[in-house]
């Protein structure tokens, strides 16, 4: 059993960043790819980032990924999400995911978290 807890999302004018950080419990962290989606209100939940157990492979859309930046601190059990040059249409809730794969963390991960609310002002 993973659970995960993220923090650091809040409110922040357009251009600005933010780090979200997911903390992970359990000894079989660094076993599991984590990844990170996003769900803003009356749309569904968007993959955004994913990055492999060893944090050699990472993965993000096109749409974020001159912004965003996936890392992961296996001493620590932590995933991080760095944002910059945030838009207003990355207002979302933004929910950490871990999974046995990239590719499983990518689209049925075994565990999410709570999530933690984006809002980017224009």
């Known amino acids: 059993q993973v659970q995960l807890v993220e923090s650091g999302g809040g409110l922040v004018q357009a251009g600005g960043s933010l780090r979200l950080s997911c903390a992970a419990s359990g000894r079989t962290f660094g076993s599991y790819a984590m990844g990170w989606f996003r769900q803003a209100p009356g749309k569904e939940r968007e993959f955004v980032a994913a990055?492999?157990?060893?944090?050699?492979?990472?993965d993000l859309p096109d749409s974020v990924k001159d912004r965003f930046t996936i890392s992961r601190d296996n001493a620590k059990t932590t995933v991080y999400l760095q944002m910059i040059s945030l838009k207003p249409e990355d207002t979302a809730v933004y929910y950490c995911?871990?999974?046995?794969?990239?590719?499983?963390?990518?689209?049925?991960?075994?565990?999410w978290g709570q999530g933690t609310q984006v809002t980017v002002s224009s």
């Open positions: 990055i492999s157990s060893s944090g050699a492979i990472r």
């Open positions: 995911a871990a999974g046995s794969s990239t590719r499983k963390v990518k689209t049925t991960p075994d565990y």
